[in-house]
């Protein structure tokens, strides 16, 4: 390979385009592996998110007076959380030396959860609601659950949206 004096380039030859093509060959490996592993780091980061929201709803709910209609709807978002979470570890784990300890912290969620959750019947609070109104209040409860910033703050303004429901009934 030979350099150019007069480009910052070498001269064409069999040698310099084998180096190009291993080079090509190379960089395309390398970033398979960085999307790869880029891959892997943001649904890790998906599943923990996942974790870490069912626990904020758990230790709201040991910190303050759930209603049983918001109860409800985050036992069943509680489930899904855990469910997605579980699912995700499974198509990771295969190529991932984390997948037990991410195992291991999904169980011990979904075991609090369990148990925080385990009698989600609605409140007395809410038994004047009318089944056909239940079903559209906890829609609008899971969505504000859902699209919140954070956990706390979905609880509230499903709170305070109850609240609101029952002043007018």
């Not at 150019?4 to 385009?17: G, I, K, T």
């Not at 030396?97 to 979904?110: D, P, R, S, V, Y």
């Not at 385990?118 to 209040?137: A, Q, T």
């Not at 659950?145 to 956990?151: G, M, R």
């Amino acid at each position: 390979i030979l350099p150019n004096a007069r480009r910052d380039e070498f001269e064409p030859s069999a040698a310099y385009a084998y180096l190009q093509n291993e080079l090509v060959i190379k960089t395309r490996q390398i970033t398979q592996r960085i999307r790869e592993n880029s891959a892997k780091r943001n649904k890790l980061r998906s599943i923990k998110q996942k974790i870490d929201t069912v626990n904020s709803w758990v230790s709201l709910h040991d910190n303050n007076v759930v209603p049983g209609l918001i109860k409800a709807v985050l036992s069943e978002l509680a489930i899904d959380h855990v469910a997605q979470a579980r699912k995700e570890l499974l198509k990771l784990s295969n190529n991932l030396a984390e997948a037990e300890q991410f195992e291991k912290h999904i169980l011990n969620t979904e075991e609090a959860a369990s148990s925080v959750f385990k009698n989600n019947s609605n409140s007395k609070i809410h038994e004047h609601l009318s089944n056909d109104l239940r079903k559209p209040i906890s829609a609008a409860i899971k969505t504000i659950i859902l699209t919140a910033k954070t956990p706390d703050i979905g609880i509230k303004l499903s709170l305070e949206v109850l609240e609101a429901i029952q002043r007018e009934i």
